[in-house]
């Protein structure tokens, strides 16, 4: 289960001269980015490539999407799932196909896509402010956000821990409207001992590289629902019901067999991503213990959790620097800390424009999005990765109030 090169070694730093911010060298000769691929097997992936090719088979719907999907419902425990070629579009198919029109609730705390495939639409994504202990929807913020006009909401699983599904649940049926999740982060957990996939009217799942599991590009849409699943397959393929049979308005949403094989081969290493990720944030939580200002968000250790995401807090006041600033220090050092989710859908455009005050509504999620950053893991990371990393965020905020002090006196053009 080792996957990284163990002779890329990292350079471990002791003081505030050395960070490569002021004139150190990087502590890492190559970029650590957040969600670089797993790739598992690759002569299992070449050997489905060569059996690919030889039925000369490349796309609309192939035996190995069909092996990808039946095993994708089984291991997830739902009646239907549908593969696509990436979640946004799965995004897409699941709002047209559940009939969503008007207004629909959503986080401003998500990906960019999650409102996108509303407004895409025209529809009108309303945005809600969240839980500050989960990253979810508050429910009670949802209560107050539903108009005549909301035919839905959508959920967000964020960093693999899911919403409230109940209370958004009980809300749904009370004002008769269509619940989905967009559990992009998600994949391979739980929620009450159920897998995530078994919530709302449907759920979307995305594969894209930078995901834990990835088919190159790609998503699914899974549900309980057959007559949901079988408009979700008829939109992904223009509408077609067989041959010159075109039924109902389509898009093409199908996902290629050489993004199916790179799913099937990933799913068979599945269980080494997550343990080598469960490892990583194990060494995570030993290194950054006690340092003043920067919090490790937790996962439920009672549930499965693919634990794809290292999600600091970052509190100014205690840590002497900002996220920001902090981020910086890290960039410089290679290692590739990502803000999430910066700043926010609705400081966004169009929506920046559309919903000018939104912040007013939104306070939790603004408070987060000057907070929040996520570290490298997976399995292009290891212990010693990690280590090296801890200790360059202790030494930064350990120096917090010079480091400050320098970058705000460069930003002004004081030095």
């Not at 002791?14 to 190559?30: H, M, Y």
């Not at 691929?37 to 490539?49: K, M």
């Not at 897998?195 to 088919?215: D, L, P, R, Y």
């Not at 609705?346 to 000018?356: A, D, K, N, T, V």
Request: proline share 4%.
């Amino acid at each position: 289960m080792d996957f990284k090169d163990p002779l890329i070694e990292a350079i471990m730093k002791d003081c505030i001269e050395e960070l490569a911010l002021f004139g150190g060298s990087p502590s890492f000769p190559e970029k650590l980015h957040v969600g670089r691929p797993n790739l598992g097997d690759r002569e299992r992936f070449l050997a489905r490539v060569n059996e690919m090719f030889d039925r000369n088979w490349l796309t609309n719907n192939g035996p190995l999407v069909q092996e990808l999907e039946q095993k994708l419902a089984g291991m997830l425990g739902v009646r239907n799932c549908i593969v696509l070629c990436n979640a946004t579009v799965a995004l897409e198919i699941a709002v047209r196909a559940l009939g969503l029109t008007g207004e629909v609730i959503v986080p401003s705390f998500t990906f960019v896509a999650t409102a996108h495939s509303l407004q895409w639409q025209e529809i009108t994504p309303v945005f809600c402010d969240i839980d500050p202990d989960t990253h979810t929807l508050d429910p009670q913020a949802v209560r107050r956000m539903i108009t005549p006009r909301t035919s839905g909401i959508v959920g967000v699983h964020l960093w693999g821990r899911p919403c409230n599904v109940e209370a958004l649940t009980e809300i749904a049926e009370s004002h008769n409207l269509k619940l989905m999740f967009d559990a992009a982060h998600a994949f391979g957990c739980s929620h009450n001992g159920k897998m995530i996939g078994n919530f709302g009217n449907a759920e979307v799942f995305s594969f894209h590289a930078t995901k834990f599991f990835n088919t190159f590009e790609g998503g699914a849409i899974v549900t309980n629902s057959d007559e949901l699943a079988a408009k979700i397959r008829l939109m992904k393929n223009f509408g077609f019901a067989g041959y010159d049979n075109v039924i109902y308005v389509g898009t093409n949403g199908k996902m290629t067999e050489i993004c199916a094989a790179m799913g099937l081969t990933g799913l068979e290493s599945l269980d080494d991503f997550i343990a080598v990720n469960h490892r990583n944030y194990r060494r995570y939580s030993a290194e950054l213990a006690d340092i003043p200002g920067v919090s490790l968000i937790k996962y439920n250790d009672k549930e499965r959790c693919n634990c794809q995401y290292i999600v600091l807090e970052i509190d100014e006041g205690k840590a002497g620097l900002n996220r920001d600033y902090l981020v910086e220090v890290l960039h410089a050092e290679n290692v590739m800390a990502r803000r999430y989710f910066y700043p926010g859908c609705h400081r966004m455009e169009p929506y920046r424009s559309y919903f000018p005050h939104a912040e007013l509504l939104l306070p939790n999620t603004e408070r987060l999005a000057q907070r929040v950053m996520s570290l490298p893991t997976g399995t292009a990371v290891d212990e010693e990765d990690i280590k090296a990393i801890g200790r360059i965020i202790r030494l930064a905020v350990s120096h917090g109030g010079e480091i400050t002090g320098r970058l705000a006196k460069t930003k002004t053009g004081l030095i």
